[in-house]
């Protein structure tokens, strides 16, 4: 479900909440993802330093996945784990037939 950023010059009554802007598509938007059965969680343990996991957070085609959750957590049988470090960057490809 979509978690809309919407700037406000001030806070709007909290009873009745505000109605969804009418120009919500075009918000900056992050996801709250809900449990389901039918996700799957991978753990890469073992990643050197030449080695990336690349996650795709947009694509036009809505029709499949197009965002992915991503997490981390702290695995108690590496202790002397480096904290996680992450690079996070946009690009555009355009693919001509």
Avoid: Q
């Avoid at 991978?42 to 959750?69: I, N």
């Amino acid at each position: 479900m979509p978690n809309l950023m919407v700037r406000v010059a001030e806070l709007p009554p909290a009873d009745p909440l505000p109605p969804e802007p009418p120009d919500a598509d075009s918000l900056p938007a992050a996801y709250v993802f809900h449990y389901s059965p039918d996700h799957r969680w991978w753990y890469f343990p073992g990643m050197t330093r030449d080695e990336v996991v690349l996650l795709k957070f947009h694509d036009s085609d809505h029709s499949r996945a197009w965002r992915v959750p991503h997490t981390a957590f702290r695995d108690p049988t590496f202790p002397k784990a480096r904290t996680r470090e992450s690079i996070e960057f946009r690009t555009v490809a355009y693919f001509v037939r």
